[in-house]
């Protein structure tokens, strides 16, 4: 018979048993980065994986494209592919169907039954789209401004952003680099727009805004990677990214004519409270909720204090009735390494009571060896949001 002190090490040892389980749980649980792996380069590769975009064709089938880059890759004159990939089993599975170059910074996209990739030609490059008409499988190529060359005037900057469809036209948010050096302090915001029914592969169907500048006596360090919208009003804005320090949530609302002509920022009212506004997100309008919804690298308490631009350990659904007011919903992703871990730049689309998306993700590798950092993505995953309008009443 087994004395109190047998009895109380037996309970002692299987408390440790219990913990050694609960730990192997998690580590398991943590193997493998959330949703399903589309492609991945190790962390020693010192190439990286970014600038995710996906949509939804005609047949039900999801079509991806995501470019490699590294300073490596540059000094090599490559980093100027983009590759594109085909799930036919709601996004279980990938194929690589397709690789673009030179094209980077771009987003799909498809209008009229027809479907186009909108990007630059290299990093800082020419404006170029291609319109693809077998699925993706082959692009047209930019080689003049009949043929989808669109601007070759200054150093062009983008990312995977939403277009929008709006009183006949198309419109698109894009940035400029002038001069050309730095990064961010320079970028000129702007929009470019064409008729929904013309050629959009013709640089003169293409109408270029003003270019603004970024006020140096204005908060924050620069605008980019802008979302054009339509307000609850009916007008359109291109809400920006803002380098805004040392909080970074906040965004800018740049007002933007019917005809795609004019933008104007008013520094007064145009700065409003984004969570996680300091790194590039999505926005959409859904008719259903009569909400607009990004996925935003949102900052949660616990893990403020560090850079905000490159906290993001965490990937927040977030949701807004006006623009201007915006609540965190619910948490998707979080991963407690700040410096290592990121699930960034997701681009998504509305699929029934679903959000489908695309993330750059830097994960730990299944030996736990760390990412570069948070920035530096060694895997794209795909990821769904199931029944997403359950959370437009919650706030964290």
Known sequence: MLTNKGKSLRKSFY???????????????QKYPPGVIVDHISADQEVYLGSPSIVIMKDGSYLASYQPFSKKLEE????????????????????????????????????DEKLYILGTAGHYGDLVIRRSDDGGFNWTHPVDDNNGLLRKDEEYHTAPVPILIHNGRIFRAMEDRNPP????????????SAPINSDLLKASN???????????????????????VISPKGDVWNILRNDFRPEGGRACIVKVSNNGEIVSFNPDN????????CKKFSIRYDEISKRYWALSNYIPEKFKGYNPERTRNTLALISSSDLMQWKVNKIIMQHPDVMHSGFQYADWQFEGNDLITLVRTAFPEADGTKAHNCHDANFITFYRVTNFRNYAENEL
């Open 270 to 277: 145009g700065f409003i409270e984004f969570p996680g506004g």
């Open 15 to 29: 408390f440790v048993l219990l913990g050694i389980y609960f730990i192997a749980q998690c580590s398991q649980a």
């Open 181 to 192: 050096e730095g990064w961010g302090i320079n970028f000129r915001a702007f929009v470019i």
């Open 76 to 111: 090599n004159g490559k980093g100027k592919e983009t590759i594109i990939v085909l799930s036919k089993d709601h996004g279980q599975t990938w194929n690589q169907i397709a690789t673009v170059a030179p094209l980077t910074w771009a987003n799909l996209f498809i209008l």
């Open 206 to 228: 293409w109408k270029t805004s003003n270019r603004l500048r970024y006020d140096k006596s204005w908060p924050g360090n620069a605008w980019l990677e802008g979302n054009v």
